[in-house]
Every structure is written in structure tokens, then in C-alpha cells.
């Protein structure tokens, strides 16, 4: 309080009415960003504004899947456990390092995660909208095996999601940063993979190139980014075995994140040119129907769950890979 | 794993404005005037210096009716050889403020 009341006090002697206002709304939102009360309320807001979207944008009303209300329940849930975290974790990992690298990155860190989140629950909306008014043969025995299935999938969403979160906290809290070059480097790095795989599969199936010989150049390209990045951190991050390892941990969970919003966000824009996985084996029966294309995004979709989940482990192995056959820099 | 921070150019040449009459108590406003600095970016850096201990705040004595009593800044004696250093590791890189500035 007392900063803006000094901040007041000067303004009183500023002669030009539009300068006086410049000197007092300047000085009350920097005052205002520098309070901790404040910074804690605005990520308070920021929490409950990003998972009220979440939720609104994939509510899917006027469905009678069984499932629909648990996955409702689930995501309400998730949302709940991504605004703890950080007050939860506090304690034990401290608050965020003191440096612009770990700011940076758990402010897009989070973000990213809620992104992941929305573009998760918007293709499960999509996907499962086939089921929206389903007749099933035996209807008590398919509710139950829905409502079943819904409850997994809304437990690995909550573990899947907030691993990430906690993977984001960690990375960037006082007590278990990385260095800010090698998270400035493993971010980097993961973001640019992912950049790279999306350009090349940017609807969740590998293309069919019309030359043999451009097409194993393109597989080639397709295995080899991925694996140069998560192994280059080390090397290039921080000269030094951990910095391999846990950047390769972090670039690894950043290129997954990165590649799974890309994709899964450009399958919903245009589900209609995802490649058709699953389609109605009978010759009568035209193809291309939107019973068709949600089950083909939902099962294109699946690569990105897996590689979310493989993604933070491969890059912990190829990034101790890196990390061996980094220079060790001496201290 | 931790380094010292190096302080931005921006605290720097608050720094270097304030060792330049360290005995003098001196107003945001006018500091702000001298270095070009709006509130904005100044009072960050008068809040960090102060919270560090590198500088020393009061209230003028003086009561303007119709406005609050100002606030006035110094520089500690921690704060005064922060500066120094500061100064002379940034000496490379901002050589021609330092030098119109007669430091």
C-alpha cells in the first residue's frame, strides 16, 4: 500500500493532467504485478476463466450416451485437480525459480496443458457423438459397458493431464528447476520436433507419396526428428549428463504436448480429410458418412494419447543417451 | 546452480543516477525524469532495490495539503557498492549513458 501511495504522492506534483494519469495507472499495474497477493489472485482467475471454457466448449448437451455425463463429471474433476496443483505442490517444490526461462515456461507450460485438455475433450466430444442416440441390442448391458469405459478413460484423462501438469510445476519451481538455458533449449528443441511431425502428418496419418524412394525419405524424416531432437539437448543444452537427462524428459514431453494440440486440433477443424481408418465393409453402402469420419478421428486420435504418454519416457532415454555422449563442460 | 542476476540496464543506470549524490534523498518522479524511466518500469525497480536492502526509503516531513507525502530514496551503504559493481561490469555495454552521465 504504501508503494502507491508514493506512487500518489508524485503524481500530485506532475503538472499535465494526461501525464499525472500515465504516472498513476504505470505505476498502479506495476505495483499491482510486482504484489504477490495480486500475482496469486490473476493465476486464481486465470484458472477458473481457462477451466470454465474447458468445461463450456465441451459440454455436449442433448445426448442420451450414457457416457456423456461421467466424461462431464471427468473433466469437471480435471479441471479442479489443474487449479490445486500449484497450491498443493507449493509446499513441497516452492514457488517458481526466480528466472524469466522457468516464468516463460510455466506460463506456456500450464497453458499448453489446458489447450491439451480442451482439444482432448472436444475430439471425445466429436468422436463419441456417434453414440449420441445409439439403439443397442441389449440397451442395460451397452449403458453399463459405456459408463464403464467412460470412468477409465476420465481417470487416465485426469492422470494423463495432470502428470503434465505436475511435470510443468516441477521443471520450473524454485526447488527442481532445470538451468534456464537447458529448459530454454529442451522447450525449444521439443517445440520444433513436434512443429516438424505436425508439418508432416498434420491430420494423424502418414502420407502415401507417390515415389517409393520419397517415401522412405519421408518415414526416415519421420523417425529421425523426433529421435535427433530428444537426444541433442544434452549436447547442446547443457554439456552435462543430468542436463540430458532431464531435458531430455522435458523436450520430450513438450514435442507430445506441441504435436498433440497441432494435430488433434486440426483433425476437429477438418474431420472430413482425415484418411477414413474404419469404413462400412458392404459395397452398398456409400462411404464417408459422419458415423465413419468420428470413429476414424477418434481412432487417428489414439497415436496422440499413446505418444503422450510415451513421449515424457523417450525423452528421458534419449536424452540419457545425449547426456553420455555429451562434452562434460568442466565446472 | 544459481547465478547472481545481472541487473537489468534499466537498474543500472537508477543505480548509477542515485550514486551520483549518495547523500541526497531523491523523489521517484524527478529520478524517473533523470533517467527516463515512466512509473511503469521505474517502481519495480525502486520495490526490488528496496526489498534487497540496497536502498533505504522515507516519507518527507513536509505536509502539502490536497496530496499524500512523498516518498524519498537512498541508497544504503550495500547499495552503494552494488552500484559500484554494477556500474563497472556494465561499463562495457552502456559506456556512452555512463559517459554523458559523468560516471
Not at chain 1, 504505470?26 to 504485478?33: D, K, N, Q
Not at chain 1, 530454454?184 to 502420407?207: E, F, H, I, Q, S
Not at chain 1, 462411404?287 to 494419447?305: C, F, L, Q
Not at chain 2, 533523470?34 to 516519507?59: C, D, F, H
Amino acid at each position: 500500500m504504501q508503494w502507491l501511495t508514493a506512487v500518489r504522492g508524485e503524481a500530485g506534483l506532475i503538472p499535465s493532467r494526461l501525464a499525472r494519469w500515465r504516472w498513476l495507472a504505470g505505476g498502479a499495474w506495476a505495483i499491482a504485478c510486482h504484489s504477490t497477493v495480486v500475482r496469486r489472485a490473476a493465476s486464481v482467475v486465470a484458472a477458473v476463466v481457462a477451466g470454465t471454457v474447458v468445461v463450456v466448449l465441451a459440454w455436449h448437451p442433448g445426448s442420451t450416451n450414457p457416457a456423456v455425463p461421467v466424461e462431464r463429471a471427468g473433466l469437471i474433476g480435471t479441471v479442479v485437480l489443474l487449479a490445486l496443483l500449484p497450491w498443493v505442490l507449493r509446499p513441497i517444490l516452492g514457488p517458481v525459480a526466480s528466472n524469466g526461462a522457468a516464468r516463460r515456461t510455466r506460463r506456456f507450460g500450464y497453458f499448453g496443458v489446458y489447450l491439451l485438455l480442451l482439444v482432448i475433450a472436444l475430439l471425445s466430444r466429436f468422436a463419441g457423438s456417434r453414440f449420441d442416440h445409439f439403439e443397442a441390442f441389449d440397451p442395460g448391458a451397452w449403458r453399463a459397458d459405456m459408463r464403464d469405459g467412460a470412468w477409465v478413460s476420465a481417470l487416465l484423462l485426469a492422470g494423463l493431464v495432470g502428470g503434465y501438469a505436475v511435470l510443468v510445476l516441477a521443471l520450473t519451481a524454485r526447488r527442481s528447476a532445470l538451468p534456464p538455458r537447458v529448459l530454454t533449449w529442451a522447450t525449444g528443441l521439443g517445440a520444433a520436433a513436434a512443429v516438424v511431425l505436425y508439418a508432416l502428418m498434420p491430420l494423424g496419418n502418414p502420407r502415401h507419396l507417390p515415389s517409393s524412394g520419397l517415401q522412405v525419405a519421408y518415414e526416415a524424416v519421420l523417425i529421425a526428428v523426433p529421435i535427433a531432437a530428444l537426444v541433442a539437448v544434452g549436447p547442446v543444452a547443457g554439456r552435462r549428463f543430468t542436463a540430458g537427462v532431464v531435458g531430455g524428459l522435458g523436450a520430450g514431453a513438450t514435442a507430445a504436448v506441441v504435436l498433440a494440440v497441432l494435430t488433434l486440433a486440426t483433425m476437429l477443424l477438418f474431420p472430413g480429410q482425415v484418411a477414413l481408418e474404419w469404413d462400412n465393409p458392404s459395397p452398398l453402402v456409400a462411404h464417408g458418412t459422419p458415423y465413419e469420419i468420428r470413429m476414424s478421428v477418434g481412432d487417428a486420435a489414439i497415436k496422440y494419447y499413446l505418444a503422450l504418454m510415451a513421449g515424457p519416457i523417450a525423452g528421458l532415454m534419449l536424452g540419457t543417451v545425449g547426456g553420455m555422449t555429451a562434452k562434460i563442460r568442466p565446472r | 546452480m544459481t547465478r547472481a542476476r545481472r541487473p537489468s540496464p534499466q537498474t543500472v543506470t537508477v543505480l548509477a543516477a542515485l550514486a551520483a549524490a549518495p547523500d541526497s534523498w531523491r523523489y521517484g518522479y524527478e529520478l524517473g525524469q533523470e533517467v527516463g524511466l515512466k512509473a511503469g518500469s521505474l517502481y519495480p525497480i525502486l520495490i526490488r532495490l528496496t526489498e534487497r536492502g540496497l536502498l533505504e526509503a522515507q516519507w518527507e516531513d513536509e505536509v502539502t495539503p490536497g496530496r499524500p507525502r512523498r516518498h524519498m530514496y537512498r541508497l544504503t551503504e550495500d547499495g552503494l557498492t552494488a552500484a559500484a559493481q554494477a556500474v563497472e561490469a556494465a561499463r562495457p555495454f552502456i559506456r556512452p549513458r555512463l559517459a554523458t552521465e559523468g560516471l
